[in-house]
């Protein structure tokens, strides 16, 4: 992967080794299927283009995942400009990653929980906890000081706090919606 513009061999490994982690994160920022989808194929048409930058990076993957996040933050659609990134790659490597029902369960309900916070506190937990940055990595990866990482992850988890709470076993979980 060191040409100005990647083949077709280049895109299908940056697809296998990323591809899932990507999904998972595009999914854990949107929280939305659609959104997701979007997210991820917008995410990889940027890399095309911006493809000798990718490869140059220290971190292929932290350098995938900022302009992801920045995507995602700043909303922007380039529809004129976009590539499309085959759907039945991307459903290939989602169908890849395997998970226990249960976690899954547990993810998207708290997922759902995190889609409810504004977007700089939704990227800020997202990296922080569910891609486990540090807060210093997390600052990179958003462009933002280390105490403004520290304030937003405080903002974040007091409003989650009054979303959860804890079973008989101390465990911290979303609290069942109630049926009226």
């Known amino acids: 992967m060191s040409r100005a513009t990647p083949t077709d061999r280049d895109l299908e490994e940056l697809l296998r080794t990323y591809g899932g982690r990507l999904s998972a994160l595009a999914w854990s920022l949107t929280g939305h299927r659609q959104d ?5 194929q917008e995410t990889f048409a940027q890399a095309i283009h911006r493809w000798e ?22 909303g922007r659609r380039r529809a004129a400009s976009r590539e499309v990134v085959s759907d039945a790659a991307v459903r290939d490597h989602e169908e890849a990653v395997v998970v226990d029902l249960d976690a899954a ?8 929980l995190v889609t409810r916070l504004p977007p700089r506190q939704r990227a800020v937990v997202v990296l922080r906890y569910l891609e486990e940055l540090s807060v210093t990595e997390t600052a990179e ?5 280390t105490g403004a990482v520290r304030s937003n992850t405080h903002r974040a988890l007091r409003s989650l706090r009054g979303e959860l709470e804890p079973d008989e076993d101390g465990v911290v979980a979303p609290v069942a919606p109630t049926t009226a």
Do not use: I, P
Request: charged share 20%; net charge positive; glycine share 2%.
């Open 141 to 145: 990866a958003l462009r933002m000081s």
């Open 53 to 74: 930058r990718v490869v140059a990076s220290r971190s292929v993957g932290a350098y995938l995942r900022t302009m992801m996040v920045n995507q995602f933050l700043t």
């Open 105 to 112: 369960w547990t993810r998207d309900h708290l997922v759902r």
């Open 36 to 40: 997701a989808e979007d997210l991820l």
